[in-house]
């Protein structure tokens, strides 16, 4: 349970684009989780009889949101033949049997205990096997136990063979089918729609087409309807400027990884009459796509086809950030972890990439990670910043995170809704971390 808290002599970066930063800050929390008053520790009272951590010489910033999510794995290396085409069918059948649900429910437990002990607060999951991140998040909202705030998307709805199917997608060809597979993510739980508009890096069999639209616009279109009237964002797997067209046409409100943007697609972002708010968003996942690019093939398993797509998309992902930051088109943070190489304890290398790979300065990286998404995902009036009446979502760090972005791999502590965590500790995969230091 939380309870009454005060956070005194921090000095705290607000997560706004500029960096804003304010020195030796309190912040009150009130019994219920929420903010009571943030201020010059010289001018904010400390009650009597609430637990008091002193800051000096830490660095306090908003809770980290996380867009761009899977759970149902660690992001180690499959073994290979679970990623052999001829089985997964059977991975399929087995990971929506009932033996799996338990067995995905404590994996999904795992991830987002991992990802709240370095500081991501708030997960939107974008294509799960199941349900099982709807029962995880129920069961953190109850109280039964602690973790961040979830967004659960259940399965991803995708074309027959496309993109995440059979695996962790509903398919259907159909306008009627499509209706059918979202209404039913929906009345399950989920909070979160997502597409698969393109095929993917994974499953493009031919240089050059893993941004091939495999969704028409208008079975989209009706996943729009359908989840808007529910006040449900829909978010799509989109990596050609043909796929991304179709999606936003159709009203999708988050474009998940991107590519190359023309004009009129530039335009739609700002101004999208079928998205829930009015605009769109782009949601980049560059640390998914760097090992695929830097690691040599006989580390990563990729084939050559898989390596220059997984180049173009890179490429393709730099170029849109590139241009969403020219145009003003909103930017949000995302890691796609669960994939190979993306762990839940990296989401500081998503930051690190988008300062050095997307030319963002680190104030504006921060930034992306709180207070545009939740912007992105329609909760800015619960968290997302260090402000009264929004959650106490807190993370404090040892050193500055916008001179060093490595110090939130450890946070020294996390709140999650006024509840904090002292010391938090990861399990780390020391062979992989190795090969992402090298770049
Ligand atoms: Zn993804």
């Not at 605009?279 to 093939?297: G, N």
């Not at 992105?376 to 050193?399: C, F, K, N, S, Y």
């Amino acid at each position: 349970m939380p309870e009454p808290l005060a956070i005194t002599h921090a000095t705290m970066l607000t997560g706004d684009r500029d960096g804003t930063v304010h020195a030796d800050t309190t912040v009150l929390v009130e019994a219920d989780g929420r903010i009571a008053a943030v201020g010059p520790t010289a001018e904010i009272a400390v009650p009597d009889g609430v637990r008091v951590i002193d800051a000096s010489g830490r660095f306090l910033l908003p809770g980290l949101i996380n867009a761009h999510a899977h759970l149902f794995s660690d992001g180690k290396p499959l073994p290979p033949i679970l990623v052999n085409p001829r089985v997964e069918k059977l991975v399929a059948v087995f990971l929506h049997s009932p033996l799996a649900r338990r067995w995905l429910e404590s994996r999904t437990e795992r991830a987002v205990r991992t990802q709240l002990n370095t500081g991501v607060t708030t997960i939107r999951s974008v294509g799960d096997p199941g349900y099982e991140v709807v029962r995880v998040a129920r069961a953190i909202e109850r109280g039964d136990r602690l973790g961040p705030r979830l967004i659960p998307s259940g399965p991803l709805l995708a074309v027959p063979g496309g993109h995440g199917a059979p695996q962790i997608a509903l398919t259907g060809a159909d306008v009627d089918t499509t209706r059918k597979n979202v209404r039913r993510n929906l009345s399950r739980g989920a909070r979160a729609i997502k597409i698969s508009a393109t095929a993917g890096v994974t499953d493009a069999t031919e240089i050059g087409y893993a941004g091939r639209p495999e969704m028409s616009e208008a079975n989209m279109r009706v996943i729009c309807e359908e989840a808007h009237a529910t006040g449900v964002l829909v978010a799509a797997h989109a990596q050609s400027d043909e796929g991304i067209r179709a999606a936003l046409r159709a009203g999708v409100d988050t474009i998940e990884h991107g590519a190359a943007l023309s004009d009129d697609v530039i335009e739609l972002f700002g101004h999208n009459p079928n998205s829930l708010r009015g605009f769109s968003a782009l949601v980049p996942t560059l640390t998914a796509a760097l090992p695929l690019v830097k690691l040599d093939r006989s580390v990563t398993g990729a084939n050559p086809v898989a390596r220059a797509n997984a180049e173009m998309i890179f490429d393709g992902m730099l170029s849109a950030i590139r241009t969403a930051v020219e145009h003003e088109i909103l930017i949000g943070m995302g890691t796609d972890s669960a994939l190979t190489f993306v762990p839940h304890y990296n989401t500081w290398r998503e930051l690190d990439a988008l300062i050095r790979y997307g030319g963002l300065t680190p104030a504006h990286a921060l930034h992306l990670a709180t207070q545009a998404n939740a912007r992105i995902l329609g909760i800015e009036a619960v968290t997302g910043a260090v402000e009264p009446g929004r959650a106490a979502d807190l993370v404090l760090t040892d050193a500055d995170p916008l001179v060093d972005i490595r110090t939130l791999a450890q946070p020294s502590t996390v709140v999650v809704r006024g509840q904090v965590i002292d010391a938090p500790a990861v399990e780390r995969f020391p062979e992989i971390d190795a090969l992402l230091d090298e770049f």
